[in-house]
């Protein structure tokens, strides 16, 4: 029940931090890595942040993994 707590605040705080990424200038490169796809085909936009969901689930594997560590 914890996990699912701690995972529902990293996903909200997470987008929170994406959606007012203008207000904080070093973050400009989310999304915009080599290898995010974005199609455009007439009024439709398909967008998939390829590299940015890999760099991010290695980030956050990494600290879960550390974090659930017995001591």
Do not use: C, N
């Amino acid at each position: 029940m914890r996990f699912i707590f701690l995972m529902i605040l990293f996903v909200v705080g997470f987008g929170i931090l994406a959606h007012s990424k203008e207000q904080w200038p070093y973050l400009q490169w989310i999304g915009h890595l080599p290898g995010d796809l974005l199609v455009r085909k007439g009024e439709a936009t398909i967008y998939l942040p390829l590299t940015t969901s890999l760099i991010f689930s290695g980030a956050l594997s990494l600290l879960l993994s550390k974090w659930s560590r017995p001591h």
